[in-house]
Nanobody
Framework: QVQLVESGGGLVQPGGSLTLSCAAS????????MGWFRQAPGKEREFVAA???????YYHDSVKGRFTISRDNAKNTVYLQMNSLKPEDTAVYYC?????????????????WGQGTQVTVSS
C-alpha cells in the first residue's frame, strides 16, 4: 500500500515562501505521476501542479511563475516550492500519486493521497 506523507505547511505572510515536501513509501511504482492539489474551505479540491514520470511539469494558471514542482525519484519525494504567496493560496494542500498515462490534472485519476498539510497566508 502506497503511503504519502506531506510536511512543510504553516503560516506565512503575503509575499512569503514555503516549501512543501511529500515522501512516498510502500509499494511504489517505477513510472508514476506526482501531483499537488489544494482545497480551501467551502471550495472543491483543485489542481495546483504535477510532474509526470517523464519529467514534464504542469501548473494551474493561478500559480504559474510562483510555484515550482520538483521530484527526487531516488528518495521517492516530491516538493512544491511556493513563492510570492497570496491570501488566496490559503488551503489544505494534498500530495497525490497516479499511474503514468493518467490525466494529469484530474483528481479522480489519482488513487493515492496524503493526509494534507495546511497552508495559511495572512498578515
Amino acid at each position: 500500500q502506497v503511503q504519502l506523507v506531506e510536511s512543510g505547511g504553516g503560516l506565512v505572510q503575503p509575499g512569503g515562501s514555503l516549501t512543501l515536501s511529500c515522501a512516498a513509501s510502500g509499494h511504489t511504482f517505477s513510472t508514476y505521476n506526482m501531483g499537488w492539489f489544494r482545497q480551501a474551505p467551502g471550495k472543491e479540491r483543485e489542481f495546483v501542479a504535477a510532474q509526470a514520470w517523464g519529467g514534464s511539469r504542469y501548473y494551474h494558471d493561478s500559480v504559474k511563475g510562483r510555484f515550482t514542482i520538483s521530484r527526487d525519484n531516488a528518495k521517492n519525494t516530491v516538493y512544491l516550492q511556493m513563492n510570492s504567496l497570496k491570501p488566496e493560496d490559503t488551503a489544505v494542500y494534498y500530495c497525490s500519486l497516479s499511474y503514468a498515462g493518467s490525466s494529469i490534472r484530474n483528481a479522480n485519476e489519482y488513487p493515492y493521497w496524503g493526509q494534507g498539510t495546511q497552508v495559511t497566508v495572512s498578515s
